[in-house]
């Protein structure tokens, strides 16, 4: 009979932030990143000045490597690691196999699931959630964009938003994205979703929305990819790829609680017109069932 026992192992939340944006990081950043992923206890006791000189880098390559993963400073990036080291807030599983039976690909796929819940908690910053919600709560009117298998997630965050009396629309047709974005003004929000932040439609979307004046908004995987530098909101979500979620499969239910979040936020800003709204379009709605 085949076990249905999965391993697992917990390791500190930081290493996440790093997974996310090694890829980008200068050579010097790499040397420091690879250091703490090798000796995070020793870390605890080190200086900025002690880090910089082990890794022969300087204190400003330290800094910058912390302010890229999302921490205020080397202080405050300290401070995480150490709660992490005592109380690990993530747990990676074994990658799927391909000889796994059904039990065994289920436990291995909910876990993911989970798994990608709880590394997007640790990166999603929450001045940034609360920034996206106000603007899109005072917004003119809001374009969202999506292509692949981003298209379902803007047009879910089109149907959420819309039955709260937002005025918005998703667009998944990149000539539309374009033409729709340089029609947006000051006031206006675009929210560009991009799991990679490489997509060159959404990116340039995003960056012809930011010209013509609207706030930009992304979520994303990657915390240096080209999308960021067109977004003045970045909204990042965590999730390890394999070999058969190359389409992101499990960060598309990070990017659905982002949304989810930040719907709510938006919601709840203004509740009784909120709800109200809400029971106009189920009632509306509820007339075309049976």
């Known amino acids: 009979m085949t076990s249905t026992h999965v391993e697992a192992v917990s390791v500190p939340g930081c290493f996440i932030r790093i997974d996310g944006v090694y890829s980008a990081l200068r050579t010097a950043e790499k040397r420091v990143a690879d250091y703490i992923r090798a000796h995070p206890e020793e870390l605890i006791h080190f200086t900025v000045t002690e880090l910089a000189d ?9 800094v910058r490597l912390c302010q890229k993963l999302g921490y205020k ?7 995480m690691l150490a709660r992490d ?4 807030a993530d747990t990676i599983f ?38 996206a919600a106000a603007a899109i709560r005072s917004a003119g009117k809001m374009d969202i964009y999506g292509i692949g298998g981003s298209s379902s997630i ?21 000539d539309m994205m ?17 799991h990679t932040g490489s997509s060159h439609d959404i990116v340039e979307a995003i960056r012809l929305a930011k010209e013509a004046g609207a706030t930009t908004i992304c979520i994303t995987h990657n915390a240096t990819s080209p999308i960021t530098r067109v977004s003045d909101i970045a909204l990042f979500t965590a999730a390890r790829e394999t070999a058969f979620s190359s389409d992101a499969m499990t960060s598309r239910l990070a990017q659905l609680s982002i949304i989810d979040t930040v719907y709510l936020a ?25």
């Open 154 to 174: 803007a047009f879910d965050a089109y149907h959420k938003f819309h039955r709260i009396g937002i005025a918005c629309i998703a667009h998944s047709d990149t």
């Open 266 to 290: 938006v919601a709840l800003a203004d509740y009784d017109k909120s709800l109200a709204l809400i029971q106009k379009t189920r009632r509306a709605s509820a007339a075309k069932r049976y």
């Open 85 to 88: 080291l005592v109380s690990p």
């Open 73 to 79: 400073g080397y202080q405050e990036f300290k401070i």
């Open 178 to 194: 374009a033409t729709s974005a340089v029609l947006l003004a000051p006031g206006d929000v675009a929210l560009g979703i991009s």
């Open 54 to 62: 082990a890794t022969q880098t300087s204190e400003s390559t330290v």
């Open 94 to 131: 074994e990658a799927i196999a391909p000889a796994d039976p059904i039990d065994v690909l289920k436990t291995k796929v909910f876990q993911a699931n989970i798994q990608a819940l709880r590394d997007t908690i640790e990166v999603l910053d929450d001045a940034m959630l609360a920034r």
